[in-house]
T-cell receptor
Framework: DVKVTQSSRYLVKRTGEKVFLECVQDMDHENMFWYRQDPGLGLRLIYFSYDVKMKEKGDIPEGYSVSREKKERFSLILESASTNQTSMYLC?????????????FGNGTRLTVT | RKEVEQDPGPFNVPEGATVAFNCTYSNSASQSFFWYRQDCRKEPKLLMSVYSSGNEDGRFTAQLNRASQYISLLIRDSKLSDSATYLCAVNIESGNQFYFGTGTSLTVIP
């Protein structure tokens, strides 16, 4: 089974702090994704990466950056956390260039910014 | 216009009932389709992929209608444990982007 692991289940940070969310997958997947999920808005793509050191903006990249230094690890960075970034953050991975390859999600990080 | 739309529900059905959800997508270049199940405060988990010819997995049947641009999920003989939110997902041809519906809430009542 694919395992996608997010480093924290719950985080509480203060406004203005720099926040790192880490994600590791063990299935040698090329693609990795960061989503946030909010009630009524569903899952929204922040960034994705299809290779080491490659990144692409999703639908809501403002206020976020990412890092992919190793194939198995994809980090999401909130440069200066704000209260509107309070959300559930979900990391996911999938095989590259395989349209029938589904996303596999980590168990999520519930971030609260106060 | 949203890429993927679902009726949010809630659907409240008695045990043993058959329930169906639809999900419409706007991009005719969509290539692959999936249903996910999400329990409260947990991550989405893959329920099943949706193939062009339709596919079945036990009590669950998924179908794709490309002409009308929708996918469906049918659950037969509902169990209490089927209570969850069901998300549809669409992979667009142009990139490795997946678009999700906002989910349909199902509660199976004893």
């Amino acid at each position: 089974d694919v395992k996608v692991t997010q480093s924290s289940r719950y985080l509480v940070k203060r406004t203005g702090e720099k926040v790192f969310l880490e994600c590791v997958q063990d299935m040698d997947h090329e693609n990795m994704f960061w989503y946030r999920q909010d009630p009524g808005l569903g899952l929204r793509l922040i960034y994705f990466s299809y290779d080491v050191k490659m990144k692409e903006k999703g639908d809501i990249p403002e206020g976020y950056s990412v890092s992919r230094e190793k194939k198995e690890r994809f980090s999401l960075i909130l440069e200066s956390a704000s209260t509107n970034q309070t959300s559930m953050y979900l990391c996911a991975s999938s095989l590259f260039a395989s349209y029938n390859s589904p996303l596999h999600f980590g168990n999520g990080t519930r971030l609260t910014v106060t | 216009r949203k890429e993927v739309e679902q009726d949010p529900g809630p659907f409240n059905v008695p045990e043993g009932a058959t329930v169906a959800f639809n999900c419409t997508y706007s991009n005719s270049a969509s290539q692959s389709f999936f249903w996910y199940r999400q329990d409260c405060r947990k991550e989405p988990k893959l329920l099943m992929s949706v193939y062009s010819s339709g596919n079945e997995d036990g009590r669950f049947t998924a179908q794709l209608n490309r002409a009308s641009q929708y996918i469906s999920l049918l659950i037969r003989d509902s169990k209490l444990s089927d209570s969850a939110t069901y998300l549809c997902a669409v992979n667009i041809e142009s990139g490795n982007q997946f678009y999700f519906g906002t989910g349909t809430s199902l509660t199976v009542i004893p």
